[in-house]
């Protein structure tokens, strides 16, 4: 794919960060706003549970199609490094669900905004 080889080519200085610490029980959620004729796209994922999750789950989506999600059953960290590129002029929304009683969620993001 042409955006992934381009991506990896692409300065640190032009990629951007987001993070979400959830409390106890509550999901972690990193919203990317759209912009104007450019293609974000997701270079790498990073989170955590702070125990065991319930119903543990990583979902990417533009806010009407799913590009990415995964279960996770394990406490711990855990690193995902898809790259997603998503329509230009769309947003972009990352949410690491509640792990259930009092498991902390956590989620980091990567990304840069493509100008086509």
């Known amino acids: 794919m042409i955006t992934a080889q381009l991506t990896s080519f692409l300065p640190a ?3 951007k960060f987001g993070d979400n610490q959830g409390l ?10 759209a912009v104007e004729n450019k293609r ?6 990073q989170g955590s549970y702070s125990g065991v999750p319930t119903g ?7 806010g009407f199609d799913t590009f990415f ?3 996770l059953f394990a406490a711990g960290a855990f690193d995902f490094s898809p790259v997603l590129a998503f329509p230009p002029s769309k947003g972009v929304v990352i949410t690491l669900a509640a792990g259930g009683g009092t498991v902390v969620s956590k989620v980091n993001a990567q990304w840069i905004e493509y100008a086509e």
Request: proline share 3%; aromatic share 0%; net charge negative.
């Open 13 to 15: 200085s032009v990629c």
């Open 24 to 33: 106890a029980n509550q999901t972690a959620v990193i919203a990317i706003p």
């Open 40 to 45: 974000i796209v997701i270079q790498g994922i």
């Open 56 to 62: 543990g789950r990583l979902h990417v989506t533009d």
């Open 69 to 71: 999600e995964v279960d």
